[in-house]
C-alpha cells in the first residue's frame, strides 16, 4: 500500500508543538522574573547589621573589656546558647543576607533595632532564640553591639544560608551536618526549581558556620570555664556591670556576679589554675584568686571558709571553699569574678 501524507496529523503535531513551546517561554520568563524582580517596599527588609542612622554607642559585648549592663541574669539565658561545639568554621567572611530572596515560606523574618537595654543575650532570650540562631540569620553580626544596630531575628531554630557560587544541595548539606532532604523540604526545591547564587535556604537545628572571626575566636575558648557554684544561674542577686552600691547607694561597676548562698554552701574551681591569693582582701572579705592559662585569673569572694593554699595547683570542678558573709556585704553570698589581664569583664559569655 503506498504511503498518504496526513496533512491533519502533521498540523496537530505542529501545533502542539507550538504550544509547548510557548508554555516553556511563559514558565522561563515566570522565573526570570522571579529572579531578579524588585521587592516591594515593604519587603526589603535588607539588613545590614552595623548600619545604624545613631552614632555607635556600645551597650553590651562579649568581648574581653565590656560595657556593663545591668541585667540580672535567669537560668533561661545561661542556658539557651546549649551545647558548645560547632561544625568546622568554613568561611570567615560571609555575606550579608538578602531577605528577599529566602526561598523557606517555613521562617518568619522580623527585622530588629537595638536600643540601649540591649545586648545579644537578652535579644535571643526576649525572642525565644539563642546566640547561634541570632548569629546563624546575621552572619556578618559585629562582635560589638552597640545603639541602633539592625539586625534580623527568625522563629526558629536553625541558620539562614546564602548560596555562594559553586555550591549544591549536598554540599551546603553536608557542612552542616545535615541531610540535602531536609532543605528541599523546608525551602521548597523541586527538580524543576534548583539553586542559584544568592538564594538564601533556611536550615533548621543546626548552629552557624559562618560568622566573622571574632566570633570564632570567641567559640573556640568558650567552655574553658566551668561554674563555680551549684545554684547557677537560679540565685543571682547582681549581675555584672553599673549598679548602686547595696550599702552606701553609690552608683559604680561590679566587676563580677553574686549568687545567693546560705553560709557554708561549697565553692568550686571555675577552671584548672594555681592559687595566686588566699586570705583576707578588703571588701572581699576572705578571698581566693586563681591563674589561669590564656591570661585570665577568677576571684571568689565574701568566703567562710578558704581550703586551698598560696601556690596551689587546682582543677576545673575542685572544692576550693565555703560561701560567706566575710567583707562589704549585707548578708552571705558568693561574688564571683572573671578577668583578663586584670581587667574585669562579663562572667556569662564565658562560661
Same mark, same amino acid.
Given at each position: 500500500?503506498?504511503?498518504?501524507?496526513?496533512?491533519?496529523?502533521?498540523?496537530? +503535531?505542529?501545533?502542539?508543538?507550538?504550544?509547548?513551546? @510557548?508554555?516553556?517561554?511563559?514558565?522561563?520568563?515566570?522565573?526570570?522574573?522571579?529572579?531578579?524582580?524588585?521587592?516591594?517596599?515593604?519587603?526589603? !527588609?535588607?539588613?545590614?547589621?552595623?548600619?545604624?542612622?545613631?552614632?555607635?554607642?556600645? *551597650?553590651?559585648?562579649?568581648?574581653?573589656?565590656?560595657?556593663?549592663?545591668?541585667?540580672?541574669?535567669?537560668?533561661?539565658?545561661?542556658?539557651?546558647?546549649?551545647?558548645?561545639?560547632?561544625?568546622?568554621?568554613?568561611?570567615?567572611?560571609?555575606?550579608? +543576607?538578602?531577605?528577599?530572596?529566602?526561598?523557606?515560606?517555613?521562617?518568619?523574618?522580623?527585622?530588629?533595632?537595638?536600643?540601649?537595654?540591649?545586648?545579644?543575650?537578652?535579644?535571643?532570650?526576649?525572642?525565644?532564640?539563642?546566640?547561634?540562631?541570632? +548569629?546563624?540569620?546575621?552572619?556578618?553580626?559585629?562582635?560589638?553591639?552597640?545603639?541602633?544596630?539592625?539586625? +534580623?531575628?527568625?522563629?526558629?531554630?536553625?541558620?539562614?544560608?546564602? @548560596?555562594?557560587?559553586?555550591?549544591?544541595?549536598?554540599?551546603?548539606?553536608?557542612?552542616?551536618?545535615?541531610?540535602?532532604? @531536609?532543605?528541599?523540604?523546608?525551602? %521548597?526545591?523541586?527538580?524543576?526549581?534548583?539553586?542559584?547564587?544568592?538564594?538564601?535556604?533556611?536550615?533548621?537545628?543546626?548552629?552557624? !558556620?559562618?560568622?566573622?572571626?571574632?566570633?570564632?575566636?570567641?567559640?573556640?575558648?568558650?567552655?574553658?570555664?566551668? *561554674?563555680?557554684?551549684?545554684?547557677?544561674?537560679?540565685?543571682?542577686?547582681?549581675?555584672?556591670?553599673?549598679?548602686?552600691?547595696?550599702?552606701?547607694?553609690?552608683?559604680?561597676?561590679?566587676?563580677?556576679?553574686?549568687?545567693?548562698?546560705?553560709?557554708?554552701?561549697?565553692?568550686?574551681?571555675?577552671?584548672?589554675?594555681?592559687?595566686?591569693?588566699?586570705? *583576707?582582701?578588703?571588701?572581699?572579705?576572705?578571698?581566693?584568686?586563681?591563674?589561669?592559662?590564656?591570661?585570665?585569673?577568677?576571684?571568689?569572694?565574701?568566703?567562710?571558709?578558704?581550703?586551698?593554699?598560696?601556690?596551689?595547683?587546682?582543677?576545673?570542678?575542685?572544692?576550693?571553699?565555703?560561701?560567706?558573709?566575710?567583707?562589704? %556585704?549585707?548578708?552571705?553570698?558568693?561574688?564571683?569574678?572573671?578577668?583578663?589581664?586584670? %581587667?574585669?569583664?562579663?562572667?556569662?559569655?564565658?562560661?
Amino acid at each position: 500500500m503506498p504511503f498518504s501524507f496526513n496533512r491533519g496529523l502533521l498540523k496537530l +503535531i505542529l501545533i502542539n508543538g507550538l504550544v509547548l513551546l @510557548v508554555l516553556a517561554g511563559i514558565f522561563t520568563l515566570v522565573r526570570h522574573v522571579r529572579a531578579n524582580r524588585q521587592p516591594a517596599l515593604s519587603e526589603k !527588609i535588607l539588613i545590614t547589621p552595623g548600619a545604624s542612622d545613631e552614632p555607635e554607642t556600645v *551597650v553590651d559585648s562579649p568581648a574581653p573589656v565590656e560595657t556593663p549592663a545591668e541585667t540580672m541574669i535567669p537560668k533561661s539565658v545561661l542556658e539557651a546558647n546549649g551545647p558548645t561545639s560547632l561544625p568546622q568554621f568554613v568561611d570567615s567572611t560571609p555575606q550579608t +543576607i538578602e531577605v528577599q530572596r529566602l526561598l523557606s515560606k517555613s521562617v518568619t523574618v522580623t527585622p530588629y533595632k537595638l536600643d540601649g537595654s540591649d545586648n545579644y543575650w537578652t535579644v535571643a532570650d526576649d525572642h525565644g532564640i539563642s546566640l547561634y540562631t541570632l +548569629i546563624g540569620a546575621n552572619p556578618t553580626l559585629p562582635f560589638k553591639a552597640h545603639l541602633g544596630l539592625n539586625v +534580623i531575628l527568625i522563629n526558629r531554630k536553625g541558620v539562614l544560608h546564602t @548560596v555562594y557560587p559553586g555550591e549544591t544541595l549536598e554540599t551546603i548539606a553536608e557542612g552542616y551536618h545535615t541531610d540535602p532532604g @531536609v532543605l528541599k523540604k523546608e525551602n %521548597v526545591i523541586h527538580w524543576w526549581r534548583g539553586i542559584k547564587p544568592g538564594d538564601v535556604l533556611f536550615i533548621p537545628d543546626v548552629k552557624p !558556620i559562618r560568622m566573622l572571626k571574632e566570633w570564632q575566636n570567641y567559640f573556640s575558648q568558650r567552655g574553658f570555664f566551668g *561554674v563555680p557554684f551549684a545554684h547557677w544561674g537560679e540565685a543571682v542577686t547582681s549581675g555584672f556591670g553599673w549598679r548602686h552600691d547595696p550599702l552606701t547607694g553609690v552608683k559604680q561597676i561590679h566587676t563580677g556576679m553574686d549568687f545567693r548562698a546560705k553560709v557554708g554552701e561549697s565553692v568550686y574551681a571555675s577552671a584548672t589554675g594555681k592559687v595566686i591569693y588566699a586570705g *583576707v582582701l578588703g571588701g572581699y572579705g576572705m578571698l581566693i584568686k586563681i591563674h589561669h592559662n590564656r591570661e585570665y585569673t577568677t576571684y571568689y569572694g565574701h568566703l567562710s571558709k578558704i581550703l586551698v593554699h598560696l601556690g596551689q595547683k587546682v582543677k576545673r570542678g575542685q572544692l576550693i571553699g565555703k560561701t560567706g558573709a566575710t567583707g562589704h %556585704v549585707t548578708g552571705p553570698h558568693l561574688h564571683f569574678e572573671i578577668r583578663r589581664y586584670g %581587667v574585669p569583664i562579663n562572667p556569662l559569655p564565658l562560661i
